[in-house]
């Protein structure tokens, strides 16, 4: 569906890239990093109200570079023997660390929109996996299902004891506004940002991982040192939830 919003946004990144291009072109020192490719760069480009957003060599994004950047400092393990359920995987360079391991499954509702090997239709409304994965990803997918509350508790029964669910999800500072598909794709737009989502989330994401029988940890991009959140662009908080062992 196109609309104004999804019009703007896409004519600021293709400009802002544009002039990042130029300023590489006229010699600019490439002073900045992105750990998803690895590459030095002159800066980010915009996308919506972030101004630093994407990388212009690979793209990615600041949750991309926050994985990436978690994961290469080792505060996050790709379980490499384990099975991986990766949802909606859109972002290459965590195709990339996650098909590493032995047991890799990327997957979403609509599997041809995906240019990833051995896509799998998955629809987490109707998970009935058990015990299945030591490791579930999903970036900005929670938003766009029906019911958080049932997935979130399909997920748990599929991750394996001490399995981890690593979700990201669009945040605002207020209290979580539900909504639903009944709504016109346009007001869904103006009250959840975006066409497609049915919810907008707040902090308290984290209480409703908790009441599906997850232990919890929050990892904020705020929380890593100024000079690396700068250097590469951080932002984004991941929620890390974990299964516990049983006794």
Request: a neutral charge; hydrophobic letters at 40%.
């Amino acid at each position: 569906m196109i609309t104004f919003q999804r019009v703007a946004k896409a004519a600021g990144k293709h400009l802002t890239r544009t002039m990042l291009a130029v300023r590489k072109a006229l010699g600019a020192r490439a002073n900045r990093g992105c750990p998803a490719c690895g590459q030095t760069v002159v800066g980010f480009f915009r996308y919506g109200d972030n101004g630093e957003w994407g990388c212009p060599n690979c793209g990615a994004s600041p949750r991309e570079r926050l994985m990436n950047h978690l994961i290469a400092g080792d505060v996050l393990t790709v379980p490499q023997q384990g099975a991986v359920l990766h949802m909606a995987p859109n972002e290459a360079s965590l195709v990339r660390r996650f098909s590493a391991a032995a047991d890799y499954i990327p997957a979403d509702l609509d599997p041809g929109r995906y240019p990833v090997p051995n896509m799998r239709r998955v629809d987490l409304m109707a998970l009935d996996d058990s015990e299945r994965y030591d490791l579930f990803y999903a970036s900005h997918v929670m938003e766009h299902v029906p019911d958080d509350h049932a997935v979130l508790r399909n997920i748990h029964r599929a991750l394996k004891p001490g399995g981890e669910a690593w979700l990201i999800v669009p945040l605002w500072d207020k209290p979580t506004e539900d909504g639903s598909f009944d709504i016109p794709p346009r007001e869904r737009e103006r009250r959840f940002g975006q066409w497609d989502h049915v919810r907008q989330y707040g902090p308290d994401f984290a209480d409703r991982i908790r009441a599906a029988g997850f232990d919890l940890e929050e990892i904020d991009a705020s929380g890593i040192d100024a000079d690396t959140r700068h250097y590469y662009a951080l932002d984004d908080r991941l929620f890390r939830a974990r299964k516990p062992v049983r006794a």
